[in-house]
C-alpha cells in the first residue's frame, strides 16, 4: 500500500528531520495496536489511529494545517 510506504511520511516542522518513525503500543483491553508518527527530536501526533496508514495521514494532515496556519495571516474585524 502506498500510504505506508514510510517515505510518504512527511518531515517534521519541529526540527525538519526525516527520523520520523511509526510507534504502536495495545492499550489494555484492546485486541489491536494502535498506531502514532514520532519524531527522533521528539515531535509526536498527539493521536493515535487504529492503522498504520491512518496514522501517517493524520501526521501529515496535522502537519499541512501547521504550514497553512504559519504561511496565512490573520484577519481580524475592526469594530467601529
Do not use: F, H, K, V
Given at each position: 500500500m502506498k500510504?505506508?510506504?514510510?517515505h510518504t511520511i512527511r518531515p517534521c516542522l519541529a526540527c525538519g528531520g526525516h527520523d520520523v518513525h511509526l510507534e504502536s503500543m495495545r492499550p489494555?483491553?484492546?485486541?489491536?495496536d494502535v498506531w502514532r508518527v514520532v519524531c527522533?527530536?521528539?515531535?509526536?501526533?498527539?493521536?493515535w489511529s487504529v492503522s498504520q496508514g491512518a496514522a501517517i495521514r493524520a501526521w501529515n494532515r496535522n502537519l499541512a494545517g501547521e504550514q497553512n496556519d504559519v504561511f496565512v495571516p490573520s484577519i481580524t474585524r475592526h469594530e467601529r
Open positions: 500510504e505506508l510506504d514510510p489494555p483491553g484492546r485486541r489491536e527522533a527530536c521528539g515531535q509526536t501526533s498527539q493521536q
